[in-house]
């Protein structure tokens, strides 16, 4: 049974290939790990275990009117706790559905929260009755997205080049 | 009338690139899943192209120096002495050139006489024995062997050795076998080329896509400076092939005379290439870096896979091909290429495209997707065993 070590080592290159590795399956991992199924799939279920892997999720095109979701970043200035300085309200706003990110920032506001909602108004709503309300809010700034031109390292405009490479070439 | 009569004697009897032959038949082919080809699958790092377009907003649409923009030069002479630790002049001693071929045509134009012997190892790229006959010198093929990995040893220099030999052309990392020479081998070859009173044109290409050890120029070894020209570029290192630019440092009298031919020749490199090249040079590593570690993990894969369908093939410790060993099949390596595309519509280059030994082996590119890689590898299995089954 491999030590600690010996595991921690192993997890580098699973780590790396999800990274570059596009959509490869479970199946297609193995075969260039030179591992079998079974231990690509133990070791994404420790990388979940030990928290470093949190999910796998699409990346949609969710930029035309149509799709029926409006998405608003939201600056918020917090006041900080005694003991627990900004975490506990930062956590606690993480928990809404609504909240896709939250992030800890330097500069003039301390969170920077990234909203999802199926209308302005829903998103309006989350604002004003959910987040402002909260004690130790200071303020909220509110930020409509107009427009996505990358998301997740996608470009989201253009589709996908054809390969111009040459078949065979020196 | 019959025009082909107007051709020149030494261009008629140069022997087509063999590459030309089985691209004319993969080009008709749908599906293909491609081993066969020469540059990375990398579009060039953004902040690359981006510079490129600046320099056309700019209005960068101008001649520049023969010699190439000093700035580039300035950039090229810190990249070689941080990384090759060989210091070059960017007022006499460096010229930038379209791509490393054309360098390595103009210093054969520059430096062979009628009858020059010209020493390269083989199998080497496609251009290298012409390059010396279009100038008509004579090549001298040094082989090189899957047993030392591909790595030219100074035993199959002296071997291969005769009177009249002026230059030594090295390209370590190599296109196609992979091969390199550590430091050891280096200083070795470095010795022989005093001994034989030896110019030698060094071919770094690859250099960056070291993956083993750390790249040695023979530039850098103690007095081969002054007997080297060394050829490095932008294309696989960069991702840059369609950019065409490359340069050459050496000595200034050979600099300077290389440049004479590129004056008449080809005038200057293209600027706006230039400009983009400057960028890569100054912030470029970083993007260059996480495209090696992927060729690395890539390169593992597949030659391990090799390996297991029982082509046998050692480790290309530079470079992005593999060159395994295919004469377990029981075929030569044209016929199991050409087997391979039509059963299986898989392209691997015939190892003989790169001279006559690389006869038994072919070249497969790693620089594409894993899920290429992947399929590539089962349906390459699954043609040699059924050769292996009749056989």
Known sequence: MPGFCDTARLMKPIVKLLLEGGSLGAAQMAQVLNLSEAEVNRQLDELKKQHVLLGFRPVLNIADEDSGVVRAVIEVRITPERGGGFNRLAERISRFDEVESCYLMSGGYDLLVFVNGASLQRVAAFVSEKLSTIEGVLSTATHFMLRSYKENGFLLEGKAEENERLKVTP | ?391
């Open chain 2, 1 to 391: 009338m019959d025009s082909s009569r107007y051709i020149a004697r030494h261009v008629i009897n140069l022997p087509k690139s063999g590459i030309r032959d089985f691209f004319e038949i993969v080009a008709k082919m749908k599906d293909v899943i491609s081993l066969g080809i020469g540059e990375p699958d990398f579009d060039t790092p953004w902040h690359i192209r981006e510079a490129g377009i600046y320099a056309l907003e700019k209005g960068k649409t101008h001649y520049t120096s023969n010699l190439g923009s000093i700035e580039l030069r300035r950039a090229i002479s810190k990249y070689a002495e941080k990384y090759y630790s060989v210091s070059y002049q960017p007022e006499n001693e460096i010229l930038v050139t379209v791509g490393v071929s054309e360098a390595l045509d103009i210093a054969c134009r520059a430096l062979i006489n009628p009858g020059d012997k010209v020493m390269f190892h083989q199998p080497c790229y496609v251009s290298y024995h012409p390059s010396v006959t279009l100038t008509h010198g004579i090549g001298v093929p040094v082989p090189t062997f899957a047993k030392d990995n591909f790595a030219l040893t100074v035993g199959a220099l002296r071997a291969a050795w005769q009177p009249g030999c002026k230059l030594l052309m090295l390209n370590l990392p190599c296109n196609p076998t992979g091969g390199t020479c550590d430091r050891v081998q280096i200083e070795a070859i470095a010795k022989f080329a005093v001994e034989k009173d030896l110019i030698v044109l060094s071919d770094e290409i690859y250099s960056e896509l070291t993956f083993e050890d750390v790249h040695t120029s023979i530039a850098s070894i103690p007095g081969m400076k002054e007997r080297t020209i060394f050829l490095h570029g932008f294309s696989k290192a960069f991702a840059m092939t369609g950019w065409r630019i490359g340069y050459a440092c050496g000595p200034a009298p050979l600099i300077e005379a290389m440049m004479k031919v590129h004056q008449y020749s080809m005038l200057c490199a293209s600027i706006i290439s230039q400009e983009a090249a400057v960028e890569a040079l100054l912030r470029g590593r970083d993007a260059m870096k996480k495209m090696r570690d992927q060729y690395h993990r890539r390169r593992d894969f597949i030659v391990r896979r090799f390996n297991e369908i029982g082509l046998k093939c050692h480790l290309p410790r530079g470079s992005f091909y593999a060159f395994p060993d295919v004469s377990v099949t029981g075929l030569n390596e044209k016929d199991f290429a050409v087997g391979l595309l039509q059963a299986e519509h898989v392209a691997m280059v015939p190892g003989s495209a790169f001279g006559a030994n690389g006869s038994g082996f072919c070249r497969a590119c790693f620089a594409t997707s894993y899920e290429h890689l992947i399929e590539a590898s089962n349906r390459i299995e699954r043609h040699v065993q059924s050769l292996v089954k009749k056989s």
